[in-house]
C-alpha cells in the first residue's frame, strides 16, 4: 500500500455521496409536507441522488459527523 500511495493512489472505494450531496439528502428528509409528515421517503430520497437507501441512512445518523 505505501508504494500505491507513493504513485499517488489513495486506495479504498470512492464515496457515494460528496457533502453536497450529504446535505441535500439531509435537507430533503427534513422536508416537511402540507400535513406535518415527511415530504419524501428514504427511497425516493436515495432514488434522487442515483444510491442505495443504506446509503442515506447511514449519512442520516444524527451521532456522525459531515465528513464526506
Known amino acids: 500500500m505505501a508504494s500505491a500511495r507513493a504513485r499517488g493512489r489513495v486506495g479504498g472505494r470512492p464515496a457515494a455521496l460528496d457533502a453536497h450531496g ?4 439531509r435537507a ?3 422536508m416537511k409536507g ?3 409528515k415527511r415530504r419524501y421517503t428514504v427511497q425516493q430520497i436515495a432514488d434522487r441522488l442515483g444510491v ?8 442520516l445518523n444524527p451521532d456522525k459527523a459531515v465528513s464526506a
Open 22 to 25: 450529504v446535505e441535500m439528502a
Open 28 to 30: 430533503l428528509y427534513e
Open 34 to 36: 402540507n400535513d406535518g
Open 52 to 59: 442505495c437507501r443504506a446509503t442515506i441512512y447511514r449519512h
